[in-house]
């Protein structure tokens, strides 16, 4: 059973935005706080947490996408947004949902890819 759905990548010049979605199921939206997750590419590269909304709706970034990153959710669809403006190459990576405690199985992840 696929419970989480990411979507919205592409390839954006520098300064470009974009906006991901991510569709997830009831049973994991309505009760934990959610978060957005990167991979870059590159031997070593980690899996970070780049932003995260709480069920009461209080958001958090990690510094390199404060000021530029937005996170969202629409509670009646069960989705998560992350809007994305002033993206640069470094933000190049595949980005995923999930759970920001008790993590579930990961989505397929959404490629973006930023040039200079």
């Known amino acids: 059973q696929v419970q989480l759905v990411e979507s919205g990548g592409g390839s954006v010049e520098a300064g470009g935005s974009l906006r991901l979605s991510c569709a997830a199921s009831?049973?994991?939206?309505?009760?934990?706080?959610m978060g957005w997750y990167r991979q870059a590419p590159g031997p070593g590269k980690q899996r970070e947490l780049v932003?995260?909304?709480?069920?009461?709706?209080?958001?958090n970034y990690a510094d390199s996408v404060k000021g530029r990153f937005i996170i969202s959710k629409d509670n009646a669809k069960n989705t998560v947004y992350l809007q994305m403006n002033s993206l640069k190459p470094e933000d190049t990576a595949v980005y995923y949902c999930?759970?920001?405690?008790?993590?579930?199985?990961w989505g397929q992840g959404t490629q973006v890819t930023v040039s200079s």
């Open positions: 999930n759970t920001l405690r008790n993590l579930h199985s």
């Open positions: 932003a995260g909304i709480i069920i009461g709706g209080s958001t």
């Open positions: 009831a049973s994991i939206f309505n009760f934990n706080g």
